[in-house]
């Protein structure tokens, strides 16, 4: 079965510095995705970055990129310059072939000023 | 254009009560999903729809829960004799097949009495 791990439950940062929040996974999949979602304390969920499987260059979004170790089934995020609006919880997910999404238990990440 | 819709917002309920969470999702997507969300916890897969296609009910915890979409839009969560252990949040997310891309509601919040 597909698991997503994510091994920090809590993590705070000073605003304007770089974090890396972890996410592992366990497949025997070769082609599926690859999500981060934030959730602020507003509830509603919003995709951050997506990664296919199949492409070796790691995605970037502005602020967030990502370091994805196949072999290792690693994908973490990464925030630099953090601002204050990226105070929420953090879910790491998998998507398999079958569509069916598998999300980690989440990071909740404070940005102090 | 419009995001994904649901309704209501807050639902509270007594014990033994049944209770019709709506999820509008976003026209034209094919797929959608509901997830359940307790306090402070990460996502829980509850059902997927696919077009026409036979729905994943394996996310479901009990037969007290079940859905439906119907005309391949608007989906129905119906939760029969509930529980104060159904108290959650209830998420429903819609996306197209490519790139899978999910777009979530802003939610409902279940309170069982």
């Known amino acids: 079965a597909q698991t997503v791990t994510q091994s920090q439950p809590e993590m705070s940062v000073q605003e304007a510095e770089t974090v890396t929040l972890s996410c592992t996974y366990d497949?025997?999949?070769?082609?599926?995705?690859l999500f981060w979602y934030k959730q602020p304390p507003s509830r509603q969920m919003i995709l951050v970055i997506r990664q296919e499987a199949y492409k070796q260059q790691n995605a970037t979004e502005n602020r967030f990129s990502v370091n994805f170790q196949k072999a290792a089934k690693s994908f973490s995020l990464k925030i630099s310059d953090s601002q204050l609006g990226d105070t929420a919880m953090y879910f790491c997910?998998?998507?398999?072939?079958?569509?069916?999404?598998?999300f980690g238990k989440g990071t909740r990440l404070h940005i102090l000023p | 254009g419009a995001g994904v819709s649901q309704s209501p917002s807050n639902k509270v309920t007594e014990k033994g009560k049944d209770v019709e969470l709506r999820c509008d999702p976003i026209?034209?997507?094919?797929?959608l999903y509901w997830y359940r969300q307790s306090l402070g916890q990460g996502l829980e897969f509850l059902i997927y729809f696919q077009g026409n296609s036979a729905p994943d009910k394996s996310g479901l915890p009990s037969d007290r829960f079940s859905a439906e979409r119907t005309g391949g839009s608007v989906s129905t969560l119906t939760i029969q004799r509930t529980q104060q252990e159904d108290s959650a949040v209830y998420l429903c997310?819609?996306?197209?097949?490519?790139?899978?891309?999910?777009?979530f509601g802003p939610g409902t919040r279940l309170t069982v009495t």
């Open positions: 026209s034209g997507h094919t797929a």
């Open positions: 997310a819609s996306s197209v097949r490519d790139p899978h891309e999910q777009y």
């Open positions: 997910a998998f998507m398999n072939r079958d569509d069916k999404i598998i």
């Open positions: 497949t025997s999949e070769s082609n599926y995705y």
